[in-house]
């Protein structure tokens, strides 16, 4: 099983960019597909974007599409999350997560977990 940690959030004013990364242990991370999500205070923990353990097929909820960007690194173990054009509403506690298995958008699915990161947008 993968362990995951995650880093790069962060501060950052309105219509910024900040770029999300997930270090994955083990060695069968490319068996896993991988996936983001956000959680702000008071809110349910939602799904934001999700890769296939091939890294050819994406997934993005509705309200980052076109804003953010998903990709993994099999040489390095690592999945990232480049995000643009933020806005106040994207402001949460953002989770790595992993599942042995295909892409799915929902965190009932996913079974491992990273600590999560901080990313706090300023209007």
């Known amino acids: 099983q993968v362990q995951l940690v995650e880093s790069g959030g962060g501060l950052v004013q309105a219509g910024g960019s900040l770029s999300l990364s997930c270090a994955a242990s083990?060695?069968?991370?490319?068996?896993?597909?991988m996936g983001w999500f956000r959680q702000a205070p008071g809110q349910e923990r939602d799904f934001v974007a999700a890769?296939?353990?091939?890294?050819?097929?994406?997934s993005y909820a509705d309200s980052v599409e076109g804003r953010f960007a998903i990709s993994r690194d099999f040489a390095k173990n690592t999945v990232s999350l480049q995000m643009n054009g933020l806005k106040p509403e994207d402001t949460a506690v953002y989770y790595c997560?992993?599942?042995?298995?295909?892409?799915?958008?929902?965190?009932?699915?996913?079974?491992?977990w990273g600590q999560g990161t901080q990313v706090t947008v300023s209007s």
């Open positions: 997560a992993a599942r042995y298995g295909g892409l799915s958008t929902a965190k009932q699915n996913y079974n491992v």
């Open positions: 083990g060695r069968t991370f490319s068996n896993y597909a």
């Open positions: 890769i296939t353990s091939s890294g050819l097929t994406t």
